[in-house]
């Protein structure tokens, strides 16, 4: 017995498994989207020399810089020591009423803290 392969069955099999790839790519992109923004809004806690996000406490040690990206409702994140990319739980942005007053408030704390914030930096992340 000899199998034959036929090459264009094979590229067409080919193509829409690639289409079906990129087709369950975006749908969970989606998902994952409309998840992240029916999520509750969550508290940021400064106290003394600490930081609390989503159940995770953050010393000024643990903390490498605090990046602000964009003037308009801006961007807030905490990258740790030993991260390059801000992880996606650390990533947030302050209510427009109390936008101005809270990241004056985490900058006078991370200056008496000296932890660096970089103001209108990109904030590199993932999703």
């Known amino acids: 017995m000899r199998f034959s392969f036929d090459t264009d069955n094979i590229l067409d099999v080919l193509f829409l498994g690639t289409r079906i790839l990129v087709i369950i ?3 969970s992109t989606i998902v994952i ?3 992240r923004m029916c999520a509750k809004p969550f508290t940021l806690k400064i106290q003394g020399d600490s930081l609390s ?14 990046r602000v990206q964009g003037y308009f409702k ?12 801000t992880p996606i739980n650390l990533v947030f942005r302050f209510f427009s009423e109390e936008e101005d007053r809270a990241i004056k408030e985490l900058t006078e704390w991370a200056n008496v803290h000296q932890v660096k914030v970089k103001k209108y930096t990109q904030i590199k992340r993932w999703v």
Request: with cysteine; proline share 6%.
């Open 25 to 27: 790519l975006c749908l």
């Open 33 to 35: 989207t409309i998840i």
């Open 53 to 66: 996000i989503r159940n995770r406490t953050l010393k000024t040690a643990d903390i490498k810089e605090i």
């Open 74 to 85: 801006p961007l807030i994140g905490i990258i740790p020591v030993g991260k390059r990319i």
